[in-house]
């Protein structure tokens, strides 16, 4: 139970706390956390010597505080539940309460590098089976390893960023022609920010997963399908990806996640040793995607077949090293059924199945759509806890 108003009993009362960065009246980027329909400075906090640590709160980014680990993270979090529980701290801590309703909220990490996975089987195969028919659909590496590219770290924009629907050379029957996407998609993803760096040459192991993850965001990774079609053999996805990634404004910390974390799917055949993690662990992350207000698909993050445990170890084997604020995202979260998918290519069969919004029917995204992706996540005693948003819409091409 909290005092703050209100907060009991939302979807982001005091087990949940995401960490985010908001500006009011203009001000300096600050550090804060939610809490109900409110927003507890952080920053203010720190200054005012209610919350230890380390002066990373009074800084324009996570990055930071994420830096310090998690025992940090672990008191930090521990404190501001009693700051915000015990009435005993009510006078101090409520005049650094600011209504949700009167802040900025900014991009909340300083995003260092930016990887993609593709780990819902689901997913793989629906892409399989629309651009490659009567072949098998997942190709013969995919179950053996977790498959990813790298993204455009600055191209990271925070969730409500407009985003510009971009131009590129896409196929025709006449060759190649230069325009605006006419195929301007979406991808319903969970990123993991990391915060503890790992040393050049070291491997981090499956079981080190929660010493180096800070939290968790959902991602809309826009996808350009007619420029990544074109563009994307031999090397993999480039430009009809790095126009733009949307972020959720809130990080939630792993610790608010406690008691969402499932077993994952069954692994066959078996993975090879570094990528074995016991207990195989997923997340019960049930997103909605919301395309012009209409929720059109429920996308179960639970299904997916690569843990973010085996992302993270994948990443590394090579040795390449992790920097705080390294965002790898899961891949577009797809289930099994037509309404659990989570881009609009499957949603619509590759465009060959427009989908009806209102009055208007769909296929890929029109100039002034807006999407919208939320989640869920259970918490303690069968509560209920919430992901934040991912939000935009698409401006015409310039
Ligand atoms: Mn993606």
Not at 286 to 301: K, Q
Request: aromatic letters at 8%; glycine letters at 10%.
């Amino acid at each position: 139970m909290t005092w703050v108003t209100g907060a009991d009993g939302s979807p982001y009362g005091v087990t949940n706390l995401p960490y985010g960065v908001f500006r009011s009246d203009g001000g300096e980027p600050r550090i804060g956390v939610r809490i109900g329909s409110w927003v507890f400075d952080l920053a203010g906090a720190e200054a005012a010597d209610l919350v230890l640590a380390a002066g990373t709160l009074c800084r324009p980014t996570l990055n930071g505080f994420m830096a310090l680990g998690r025992p940090q993270w672990t008191s930090v979090r521990q404190r501001i539940t009693e700051l915000l529980t015990d009435p005993a701290h009510r006078a101090a801590v409520e005049p650094l309460l600011v209504p949700l309703a009167d802040v900025e909220l900014l991009l909340p990490v300083e995003v260092a590098d930016y990887v993609d996975f593709y780990s819902s089987e689901h997913h793989a195969s629906n892409v399989g089976q629309i651009f490659r028919p009567g072949q098998p659909p997942l190709l013969p590496n995919w179950k053996h390893l977790p498959i990813g590219y790298h993204g455009r770290a600055g191209t990271v924009v925070v969730s409500g960023t407009p985003v510009t629907r971009p131009t590129g050379q896409r196929a025709s029957a006449e060759g190649p022609v230069t325009g605006p996407s006419v195929r301007l998609d979406i991808e319903a993803e969970v990123g993991f920010v990391v915060g503890v760096p790992s040393t050049l040459g070291d491997r981090v192991s499956v079981d080190d997963f929660a010493d180096h993850v800070f939290g968790v965001v959902l991602v809309n990774d826009w996808s350009a399908r007619d420029i990544q079609a074109w563009e994307y053999q031999p090397l993999g996805p480039f430009l009809g990806k790095s126009f733009a990634t949307s972020v959720s404004a809130w990080v939630t910390p792993l610790d608010a996640l406690a008691d969402a974390f499932v077993p994952a799917p069954d692994q066959d055949p078996p993975v090879v040793d570094y990528l074995r993690d016991v207990p195989h662990l997923g997340l019960d992350l049930r997103l909605a995607v919301e395309w012009n207000g209409e929720r059109v698909s429920e996308p179960p993050f639970a299904t997916m077949y690569w843990t973010p445990a085996q992302q993270l170890a994948h990443l590394t084997v090579n040795g390449a090293s992790l920097r705080t604020g390294d965002l790898y995202a899961s891949g577009t979260v797809s289930g099994p059924d037509r309404g659990q998918v989570g881009s609009f290519l499957e949603l619509t069969w590759g465009g060959a199945e427009p989908v009806r919004l209102g009055a208007e029917t769909r296929t890929f995204l029109a100039d002034g759509d807006t999407v919208t992706i939320t989640a869920t996540a259970p918490g303690p005693d069968g509560t209920s806890i919430a992901l934040g948003e991912v939000t935009g819409t698409v401006r015409p091409a310039r």
